[in-house]
């Protein structure tokens, strides 16, 4: 019981200690307030006040930088209307795929039918749905990507570009296509282009 008492007695002295204690919980100042207070703006929330304090703001990504989780970033921009700059420079993008395995050919082989052989053709010669041999809906006749030395020797990164941004009457398939699946189709053309020369030499060699 006498424990008990001299327990009750310390804790209630505890107590009124530090109910009168004078510590100040909130500091005068604040070292580096912008660092300790966030900014927590939302997406699409109104960010005109940041101009009236003089913060430059224009919600685009840093220059040279990339979105998180973005995979094989293709470091040039389309080009303004009349310029063709970045097409030309293009030409000297790498592609990161050099090589396609047995089940990524296939893919590549599939994807290829349903974005691009209505226009190229399943064989690659120009000759899809659209045109049909000229009595398609469609007038002119899309590029011959099999055969015609042009876009035989078309590098993979001005394919890629035209993929990216679209290249005259051809549009863009940045929304149907992840960029993987299009460097995959650009090897795939490539292959396959590949496979008609050595096709060619070999039935003139055995002539």
């Known amino acids: 019981m006498k424990k008990l008492s001299i327990l009750v007695v310390l804790f209630a002295t505890t107590a009124v200690l530090i109910s009168c204690s004078d510590i100040k919980r909130k500091p005068n100042r604040i070292y580096m307030p912008d660092m300790f207070y966030s900014r927590a703006y939302q997406t699409y929330s109104d960010h005109s006040n940041l101009t009236k304090e003089g913060i430059f703001y224009n919600e685009k990504p840093v220059p040279g930088t990339i979105f998180r989780g973005e995979d094989m970033p293709f470091p040039l921009a389309k080009d303004a209307p009349g310029d063709t700059a970045n097409y030309v420079a293009s030409k000297q ?3 990161p795929i050099d090589s396609l395995t047995q089940q990524q050919y296939v893919e590549a082989e599939r994807l290829f039918l349903i974005n691009c052989a209505i226009c190229h053709g399943p064989k690659l010669d120009g000759n899809g749905p659209l045109y049909k041999g000229g009595e398609g809906p ?3 006749k899309p590029a011959q990507l099999v055969g015609d030395a042009k876009y035989e020797a078309m590098p993979e990164g001005q394919m890629f570009y035209s993929v990216e941004y679209g290249k005259n009457l051809m ?3 940045a929304s149907q296509l992840s960029r ?3 460097w995959e ?3 795939y053309i490539k292959m396959k282009q590949a496979e ?3 096709n ?3 039935a003139t060699a055995s002539k």
């Open 180 to 182: 993987q699946q299009r």
């Open 200 to 202: 060619s030499a070999s």
């Open 93 to 95: 993008i790498k592609s």
């Open 185 to 187: 189709i650009i090897r």
């Open 171 to 173: 549009g863009s398939y």
């Open 196 to 198: 008609a020369k050595a």
């Open 138 to 140: 469609y007038p002119a």
